[in-house]
């Protein structure tokens, strides 16, 4: 009888770890990848009068400060090899790539971070300062621009030495939503270009990707968000300094989820606006829905990802053409500023510079999320394309990195003609005949991400 018992004994205790097992009630769930990881911000706020970024109808400095402006650095990884990396957000029209170098070698004498592994994210806000134009500026203007630019080298290496000094074991994980108020901002007639407005039927990119740092503790470090729009809520007519709905978008992100660090990175929105858009309250508008996203995603299910990343570079060097045909320059540079700045060079006697550049850097973490980041100001169609090319779902796309000089137009839109055609990279290098450009910067860039993205990220 004592034998029967204990034999019963036995089968129900089995019987219990197999069903704790199956449900998971009381299996240990295995933790996440950690790493050292850590997060820093900074007002980068203009305490003086500064020209402000875009609109050439804004002839005169800001007036006065309507919301701040800010970088903050996220630091991935101890120092031991590979090392860090690092993820530098920046509220500002465009941080010249002088700039950022100098930031990138301060930086680097203290914690060396190999080149692929350093990616500056501009929000290419148009209510910041115009960094880019400061070579156009005299006089007082200058001395206000260079003051800026001396504070924010010095802001930029003191955020990221502080984001690598804050290092503490953490998690990553991503969430994947939408927001809606991205629209394309080409209104077409007949197939051409012949203005701006918000045209809903256009290609755009409303989805919302976000990344997750979380500490041993379980708090919420950071949360860095991806989205495709072009920082153009407040239009040439607003003269004070704002960070528009990135701006908004951080500052309600944060106040949301306390002692969190919000980042703010711009995905392929070159030829998308905020609709609508003119206000500081639409700023908050926009800025509010993708906060409530952010919140939604946080109350969901996330996917982690390995905190170890593999990092390449690659740069494009992009010819001139041969055998310019001036007549055509001439007449091309009455619409465009890109045209227009290179031809008054070549008439002071100046040679064609080097040929430009375009660089992109990508970031693997396992085989679980790719992270491209391509140079200067993308239209939708990239994102478009690099999706079909690669698994969306293990995709995060952002542009405005390192350096924002020219749009980089798509076939698409140098078909239909204008404004982001006229001002892109392909047309600066054919000076007015973006057509010429062969082989097309589209088959260039997807190729060059095709051959240092690994084949894993491939879609199916």
Known sequence: ??????????????????????VGGLAPAAPPESAPIGVAKVDITPDTPVRMYGYASRKTES????????????????????????????????????????????????????????????????????????????????????????QLTDRLVQVVEQALKNRQPASLAIARGSVPFAANRRVLTDGKWTGFGAVPDAPADHELVVMKVTGSDGKVLALVSNYACHNTTLRGNFKQIHGDWAGSAQKFIEADQPGTTALITIGCGADSDPCPHGTVELCDQHGRELADEVKRLLAGAWTPIPASIAAKQQTLVVPWQKDVDMEVARKAAKQSWAIQGLLEKLDAGSKLPEPPTFQINTWTFGDDLAMVFLTHEMVVDYVIRLKQEFD?????????????????????????????????????????????????????????????????????
């Not at 100098?102 to 350093?118: D, G, H, L, M, S």
């Open 63 to 150: 007036e006065g400060v309507a919301g701040p402006l800010s970088a903050k650095a996220l630091a991935i990884g101890g120092d031991e090899a590979p090392g860090p990396a690092v993820l530098l957000a920046v509220d500002n029209g465009s941080v010249p790539r002088e700039l950022r170098d100098k930031v990138y070698e301060r930086v680097n004498q203290k914690t060396p971070i190999a080149p692929e592994r350093f990616v500056l994210c501009n929000a290419h806000c148009h209510s910041g300062p115009n960094l880019k134009g400061m070579d156009s500026f005299e006089g007082e203007e200058l001395q206000h621009m260079e003051r800026y630019a001396g």
């Open 1 to 22: 009888m004592m034998i029967a018992r204990r034999n019963l004994h036995r089968v129900v205790f089995c019987t219990l770890v197999v069903a704790t097992v199956l």
């Open 392 to 460: 969306p779902a293990r995709l995060w796309v952002t542009a405005y990195t390192n350096d924002v000089s020219s749009y980089v137009a798509s076939p698409r839109i140098i078909e239909e003609g204008g404004y982001e055609a006229r001002n892109s990279l392909s047309s600066k290098l054919t000076l007015g005949q973006p057509e010429k450009l062969d082989p097309p910067m589209m088959e260039r860039i997807v190729g060059a991400v095709k051959e240092i993205l690994p084949a894993a990220f491939r879609a199916k």
